[in-house]
T-cell receptor
Framework: GEDVEQSLFLSVREGDSSVINCTYTDSSSTYLYWYKQEPGAGLQLLTYIFSNMDMKQDQRLTVLLNKKDKHLSLRIADTQTGDSAIYFCAVDNGGATNKLIFGTGTLLAVQP | DSGVTQTPKHLITATGQRVTLRCSPRSGDLSVYWYQQSLDQGLQFLIQYYNGEERAKGNILERFSAQQFPDLHSELNLSSLELGDSALYFC??????????????FGEGSRLTVL
């Protein structure tokens, strides 16, 4: 089955850029997503990219997709303390349903 | 606020018991998904319903069952509970069911603690 991997932890200073990486195994995934989970809250969709795109920019967020290497990254520019959260990469399972396979999540800690 | 409502927010029960978690999807969404989030397994897809019918099944134990009612709300039933079932259970909804079925909107989760 699909496997989605992320590094567990990233620490950055306020104002720096953060880059969170994700690798996946199923090349038939069509939509790839980034979700944010703050403590005690549900998952909030940040952005997504369609598999025929290489890059998508949305304000401070930039998503890069390397389909050949099955690598997805999320760059957060000018990281703020409010960006501290767990970030999940998710991919559709390549099948006929909308079910998502989530990565392990990356805890982003922003130091003031 | 995602528009997805889950109840209860917190639940503490004993091993061997049975609980029911409830989810009301966003208005207009026909698909409901259940996910389990635990420290050791991460976010695991359990099951998906679309307009009352089971659409996809994931790593759902036989002790667990779910259904989606005509008013589109869904319930996840967990029985013969074990300590390892302690987790955060998320419900999500989307408009459609297929690959382009739209964004998944997540509820805030039901935290189950089994003692």
């Amino acid at each position: 089955g699909e496997d989605v991997e992320q590094s567990l932890f990233l620490s950055v200073r306020e104002g720096d850029s953060s880059v969170i990486n994700c690798t996946y195994t199923d090349s038939s995934s069509t939509y790839l997503y980034w979700y944010k989970q703050e403590p005690g809250a549900g998952l909030q969709l940040l952005t997504y990219i369609f598999s025929n795109m290489d890059m998508k920019q949305d304000q401070r967020l930039t998503v890069l997709l390397n389909k050949k290497d099955k690598h997805l990254s999320l760059r957060i520019a000018d990281t703020q303390t409010g960006d501290s959260a767990i970030y999940f990469c998710a991919v559709d399972n390549g099948g006929a349903t909308n079910k998502l396979i989530f990565g392990t999540g990356t805890l982003l800690a922003v130091q003031p | 606020d995602s528009g997805v409502t889950q109840t209860p927010k917190h639940l503490i029960t004993a091993t061997g018991q049975r609980v029911t978690l409830r989810c009301s999807p966003r208005s207009g969404d026909l698909s409901v998904y259940w996910y389990q989030q635990s420290l050791d397994q991460g976010l695991q897809f359990l099951i998906q319903y679309y307009n009352g019918e089971e659409r996809a099944k994931g790593n759902i134990l036989e002790r667990f069952s779910a259904q989606q009612f005509p008013d589109l709300h869904s319930e996840l039933n967990l029985s013969s509970l074990e300590l390892g079932d302690s987790a955060l259970y998320f419900c999500a909804s989307s408009v459609g069911a297929g690959r382009s079925g739209g964004e998944l909107f997540f509820g805030e989760g039901s935290r189950l603690t089994v003692l």
